[in-house]
Protein backbone atom coordinates (compact mmCIF):
# COMPACT_ATOMS: atom_id res chain seq x y z
CA UNK A 1 0.00 0.00 0.00
CA UNK A 2 1.50 3.51 -0.90
CA UNK A 3 1.75 6.05 2.07
CA UNK A 4 1.26 9.66 1.32
CA UNK A 5 2.65 11.80 3.86
CA UNK A 6 1.65 16.46 2.78
CA UNK A 7 3.36 18.94 3.72
CA UNK A 8 3.32 22.90 2.78
CA UNK A 9 0.45 24.09 4.69
CA UNK A 10 0.32 27.19 7.12
CA UNK A 11 -1.37 30.18 8.02
CA UNK A 12 -1.41 32.52 4.74
CA UNK A 13 -2.88 36.02 4.36
CA UNK A 14 -5.92 36.37 1.64
CA UNK A 15 -3.80 37.40 -1.40
CA UNK A 16 -0.93 35.01 -0.87
CA UNK A 17 0.91 31.83 -1.78
CA UNK A 18 1.22 28.46 -0.44
CA UNK A 19 2.99 25.37 -2.20
CA UNK A 20 1.62 21.73 -1.03
CA UNK A 21 3.63 18.65 -1.26
CA UNK A 22 2.48 15.00 -1.02
CA UNK A 23 5.66 12.28 -0.84
CA UNK A 24 4.76 8.85 -1.71
CA UNK A 25 6.19 5.83 0.07
CA UNK A 26 6.73 3.96 -3.16
CA UNK A 27 7.64 4.75 -7.32
CA UNK A 28 4.43 6.36 -8.29
CA UNK A 29 5.30 5.69 -12.37
CA UNK A 30 2.52 3.31 -12.07
CA UNK A 31 0.16 5.18 -10.37
CA UNK A 32 -2.29 6.64 -12.82
CA UNK A 33 -4.43 9.13 -11.06
CA UNK A 34 -3.62 11.61 -8.45
CA UNK A 35 -5.54 14.53 -6.74
CA UNK A 36 -5.36 16.89 -3.83
CA UNK A 37 -8.66 17.08 -1.78
CA UNK A 38 -9.85 19.58 0.73
CA UNK A 39 -12.65 19.36 3.38
CA UNK A 40 -14.11 22.96 5.06
CA UNK A 41 -15.31 23.05 8.67
CA UNK A 42 -18.82 21.48 8.28
CA UNK A 43 -18.75 20.94 4.60
CA UNK A 44 -18.14 17.52 2.54
CA UNK A 45 -14.82 16.57 1.05
CA UNK A 46 -14.38 17.98 -2.43
CA UNK A 47 -12.06 17.36 -5.28
CA UNK A 48 -9.84 20.53 -5.32
CA UNK A 49 -7.54 19.15 -8.34
CA UNK A 50 -6.40 15.78 -10.47
CA UNK A 51 -3.66 15.08 -12.22
CA UNK A 52 -2.98 12.04 -14.22
CA UNK A 53 0.51 9.65 -15.69
CA UNK A 54 -0.30 11.34 -19.02
CA UNK A 55 -1.01 14.77 -18.01
CA UNK A 56 -4.57 15.62 -18.09
CA UNK A 57 -5.75 17.50 -15.09
CA UNK A 58 -9.19 18.36 -13.72
CA UNK A 59 -9.60 21.65 -11.55
CA UNK A 60 -12.78 22.65 -9.02
CA UNK A 61 -14.50 25.91 -10.84
CA UNK A 62 -13.60 27.49 -7.43
CA UNK A 63 -9.71 27.29 -7.94
CA UNK A 64 -9.45 27.18 -11.63
CA UNK A 65 -6.46 29.57 -12.45
CA UNK A 66 -5.22 30.06 -9.06
CA UNK A 67 -3.90 26.65 -8.28
CA UNK A 68 -2.04 24.46 -10.62
CA UNK A 69 -1.61 20.70 -9.84
CA UNK A 70 1.85 18.81 -10.98
CA UNK A 71 3.71 15.77 -10.43
CA UNK A 72 7.54 14.69 -10.16
CA UNK A 73 7.62 10.92 -10.73
CA UNK A 74 11.37 10.99 -10.67
CA UNK A 75 10.88 12.52 -6.72
CA UNK A 76 7.54 10.15 -6.04
CA UNK A 77 6.08 13.75 -5.36
CA UNK A 78 2.70 15.74 -6.40
CA UNK A 79 2.22 19.24 -5.61
CA UNK A 80 -0.22 21.49 -5.34
CA UNK A 81 0.84 25.33 -6.25
CA UNK A 82 -1.97 27.81 -4.85
CA UNK A 83 -2.03 31.08 -5.77
CA UNK A 84 -4.58 34.56 -4.89
CA UNK A 85 -5.68 32.24 -2.11
CA UNK A 86 -8.59 33.02 -0.41
CA UNK A 87 -10.29 32.75 2.96
CA UNK A 88 -12.53 30.43 2.11
CA UNK A 89 -9.44 28.44 0.74
CA UNK A 90 -9.04 26.98 4.19
CA UNK A 91 -9.39 23.97 4.75
CA UNK A 92 -7.63 20.17 5.57
CA UNK A 93 -6.43 19.54 2.25
CA UNK A 94 -5.54 15.36 1.67
CA UNK A 95 -3.31 14.14 -0.87
CA UNK A 96 -4.86 10.96 -2.70
CA UNK A 97 -4.19 8.31 -4.93
CA UNK A 98 -5.32 5.57 -7.32
CA UNK A 99 -3.97 2.76 -9.72
CA UNK A 100 -7.13 3.54 -11.83
CA UNK A 101 -7.36 2.72 -15.68
CA UNK A 102 -10.81 4.09 -16.99
CA UNK A 103 -11.32 6.58 -18.52
CA UNK A 104 -12.19 9.83 -16.62
CA UNK A 105 -11.54 7.84 -13.63
CA UNK A 106 -9.05 10.11 -12.25
CA UNK A 107 -12.19 12.82 -11.30
CA UNK A 108 -13.95 10.49 -9.41
CA UNK A 109 -13.38 10.16 -5.36
CA UNK A 110 -14.77 6.63 -4.95
CA UNK A 111 -11.68 5.73 -7.09
CA UNK A 112 -9.04 6.46 -4.59
CA UNK A 113 -7.85 4.32 -2.46
CA UNK A 114 -4.54 5.83 -0.83
CA UNK A 115 -5.28 9.12 1.34
CA UNK A 116 -2.87 11.19 3.26
CA UNK A 117 -3.64 12.69 6.50
CA UNK A 118 -3.90 15.79 5.59
CA UNK A 119 -2.40 19.45 6.21
CA UNK A 120 -4.45 22.41 7.32
CA UNK A 121 -4.26 25.81 5.03
CA UNK A 122 -5.48 28.74 6.88
CA UNK A 123 -6.30 31.81 5.06
CA UNK A 124 -6.65 35.04 6.77
CA UNK A 125 -8.37 37.66 5.60
Known amino acids: QVQLVESGGGLVQAGGSLRLACAAS????????MAWYRRAPGLRRELVAA???????KYADSVMGRFTISRDNAKNTMYLQMNRLKPEDTAVYYC???????????????????WGQGTQVTVSS
Open 96 to 114: ASSYCSGYGCYVLEDEYDN
Open 26 to 33: TSIFSINA
Open 51 to 57: ITNDGST
